[in-house]
C-alpha cells in the first residue's frame, strides 16, 4: 500500500522542489514586547513531494500555526517558507492568493461548509473563486472517490459528520493540490470514518502522488502516516518513521502534558 514511502532520511541538501513544502528558521511571535508567545521558535523542516506526514505536540505547542505558516495563511515573523519551489514572502498577496488557490487544499477539523449550498457547490466553490472552469467529469469523479457519488444535491446537515468531512476533502482535493494540508481533520470523527478519512488521505500520497501533512493527537491516526514529527513548544524535538499506534503512544507519554 505505502508505495510512495519517501526517503526522509535523503541528504539534506538538494533542489527545493523535490520538497513539496519547506521551512527555513521560521519563528512566529504573538503579542508585544513583554508579554510575546513564541508560537514557533526557528523551525526548519523540509516535506519531501509524494509523502504523508503527521505532527504531533500538546495544545498550544504550535501546530495549528506551522500550518498557516507553511500554506501561507500566516506570515512568519522571521524565517522563510516555500511551497514547492515558490518562497512564500517573495510573493505578493495577489501572487500568494492564487499560490494557495493552485497548490494547495486545506482541511479542517470544523470542516467549514457553507451550509446553504449544496454539496456540489460546495465542492466546487474553490474552482469558482479560482475562475477555473467546471469540469463535471472531475468534479463527479471526486465526489465518487469520497464516496459521495450520489449525495451531489444534498446540503451539509443533511449528511453525517463523516460525509461532511469528506465533503470538506473533496473540496480540498477538487483543484488538484500537490499539497493536501489538514489540521486534526478526524478529531471530531468516529472511529469508522476517522478510518475512511485516512484511507483517503493515504490514496492521495499512494495513488495521486499529492503529499498531506496532517496535525493529530490521535496515535492511531498518526499510524496512517510515512513519518510523525513532535512539537513542543514551538520547536521540533523528535520524528518517528514507519510509525506505529503503540510506538507513538509511547512516545508521546514521555514528551509532557498533551491535551
Ligand atoms: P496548537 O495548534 O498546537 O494547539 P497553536 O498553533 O494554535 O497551537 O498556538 C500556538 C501558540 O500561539 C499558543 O500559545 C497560542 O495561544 C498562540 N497563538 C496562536 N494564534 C494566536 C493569535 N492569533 N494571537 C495570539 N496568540 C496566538
Ligand atoms: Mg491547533
Avoid at 498577496?93 to 494547495?104: A, D, P
Amino acid at each position: 500500500m505505502r508505495t510512495h514511502r519517501g526517503d526522509q532520511r535523503g541528504t539534506a541538501e538538494g533542489f527545493a522542489s523535490t520538497h513539496a513544502l519547506r521551512l527555513e528558521g521560521v519563528s512566529k511571535i504573538y503579542g508585544h514586547a513583554g508579554h510575546e508567545v513564541r508560537a514557533l521558535d526557528n523551525v526548519s523542516v523540509r516535506i519531501p513531494r509524494s509523502t504523508f506526514t503527521a505532527i504531533m505536540g500538546p495544545s498550544g505547542s504550535g501546530k495549528s500555526c506551522l500550518l498557516r505558516c507553511a500554506a501561507g495563511l500566516d506570515t512568519p515573523t522571521s524565517g522563510s517558507s516555500w511551497i514547492g519551489d515558490a518562497r512564500l514572502d517573495r510573493l505578493d498577496e495577489k501572487q500568494l492568493t492564487r499560490l494557495r488557490r493552485q497548490r494547495v487544499g486545506f482541511v479542517f477539523q470544523s470542516f467549514n461548509l457553507i451550509p446553504a449550498l449544496s454539496v456540489w457547490d460546495n465542492v466546487t466553490l474553490p474552482l469558482r473563486l479560482a475562475g477555473t472552469r467546471h469540469d463535471r467529469t472531475w468534479v463527479t469523479d471526486v465526489l465518487h472517490r469520497v464516496g459521495l457519488g450520489d449525495r451531489a444535491d444534498h446540503r451539509p446537515a443533511q449528511l453525517s459528520g463523516g460525509q461532511q468531512q469528506r465533503v470538506a476533502i473533496a473540496r480540498a482535493l477538487v483543484t488538484r493540490p500537490d499539497v493536501v494540508l489538514g489540521d486534526e481533520p478526524t478529531g471530531s470523527l468516529d472511529t469508522i470514518m476517522a478510518r475512511q478519512t485516512l484511507d483517503l488521505l493515504r490514496t492521495c500520497v499512494d495513488e495521486t502522488g499529492q503529499t498531506v501533512v496532517m496535525v493529530t493527537h490521535d496515535p492511531v491516526a498518526a499510524s496512517f502516516a510515512d513519518t510523525v514529527l513532535f512539537l513542543v513548544d514551538g520547536c521540533f524535538v523528535g520524528r518517528t518513521d514507519a510509525p506505529t499506534a503503540d510506538g507513538v503512544a509511547e512516545r508521546m507519554t514521555r514528551l509532557g502534558a498533551w491535551a
